[in-house]
């Protein structure tokens, strides 16, 4: 059992209370998971280059300075590196793989939660509370997110297996529920190239449906194909740069409840987390219907 979360703001004066507006959503999903919490937030696009989310670990005082100063020294480009304990978000010109090889060869021991142009992606173990004040939640803006909180049931309780999930660029996905095929899907993937990270399911779910993406699929169309590839009960959420996406598996056993508004499209495993939302008295509130999809484009 786990908490899904996600809301997109459609009045742009709203992006700035966006955080703010999550997590109570966030909290209200506790006892859902207390294991481990994430957040992706999307931002305006960069106009060049991408940005990367960088988890040190237990080190609490990496040195996110020196990170930058290497890149310089060895890749003769400009990086910056905002650095927040163990969490950083690095931006850089360089092409996406050449800066994952880089880090690799130099900082081993560097997760790369996500890459893109607009993704942002904090998580970390510890209740929702705890790892929304550690990166400071309240404080982030954004046009759209996705959170997540985790009860883990299937692999263990570490940074790397709570969710968000993301793959390719600018693309997450977090998960209620639980796939009884995900080694299938790794056979399938793995001999084209696809390098898993984890043994959670969800990350076979989030690969499979990124992989149909840069095959060609558009999301609706990857969405679809899920639906005949992944078997399991699930509710996933989905963010892109400029949408959010949300679907449940056939029999749509892992609960979701939407809002819709002038001004938003929120959505949580359980209404109480949309319960403080303003005008949510007024809201559209419905049940999304199993596998059928709801696309949301900001």
């Not at 020196?66 to 400009?78: K, N």
């Not at 297996?161 to 600018?170: I, K, N, V, Y």
Request: aromatic letters at 10%; charged letters at 20%; a negative charge.
């Amino acid at each position: 059992m786990c908490g899904i979360v996600g809301l997109l703001v459609k009045t742009p004066a709203l992006r700035e209370q966006l955080g703010a507006l999550l997590v109570p959503m966030m909290i209200g999903m506790t006892d859902r998971g207390p294991d481990s919490a994430g957040l992706a937030v999307y931002t305006e696009p960069l106009q060049s280059g991408y940005k990367y989310s960088l988890y040190s670990g237990g080190v609490e005082s990496f040195n996110w300075g020196g990170l930058a100063d290497a890149f310089y020294r060895h890749l003769h480009a400009r990086a910056v590196c905002d650095g927040h304990g163990n969490h950083a978000v690095l931006r850089a010109d360089l092409a996406p793989e050449v800066v994952r090889q880089w880090l690799k060869e130099h900082f081993p021991s560097l997760h790369v939660l996500s890459c893109g142009q607009a993704i942002d992606l904090y998580k970390d173990i510890g209740t929702p509370a705890e790892v929304a004040q550690r990166y400071g939640f309240a404080n982030l803006k954004g046009s759209h997110a996705v959170g997540h909180t985790r009860m883990a049931t299937e692999s263990a309780v570490t940074p790397d297996r709570a969710h968000p999930f993301t793959a390719g660029q600018d693309f997450c996905l977090v998960h209620n529920g639980s796939l009884s095929n995900p080694n299938g899907l790794r056979r399938k993937l793995e001999p084209k190239g696809i390098h898993f990270d984890t043994d959670n399911d969800t990350e076979a779910a989030c690969r499979f449906i990124e992989w149909r993406m840069r095959e060609g699929d558009d999301l609706e169309t990857a969405l679809q194909a899920g639906f005949d590839e992944l078997d399991g009960f699930y509710t996933f959420l989905i963010g892109t740069e400029d949408k959010l996406a949300l679907v449940r598996d056939p029999f749509a056993c892992k609960p979701a409840i939407v809002a819709e508004t002038d001004d938003y499209v929120a959505i949580a495993s359980e209404f109480r987390s949309l319960a403080h939302l303003p005008g949510v008295k007024h809201a559209r509130i419905y049940e999304p219907a199993p596998q059928e999809m709801y696309v949301w484009k900001i």
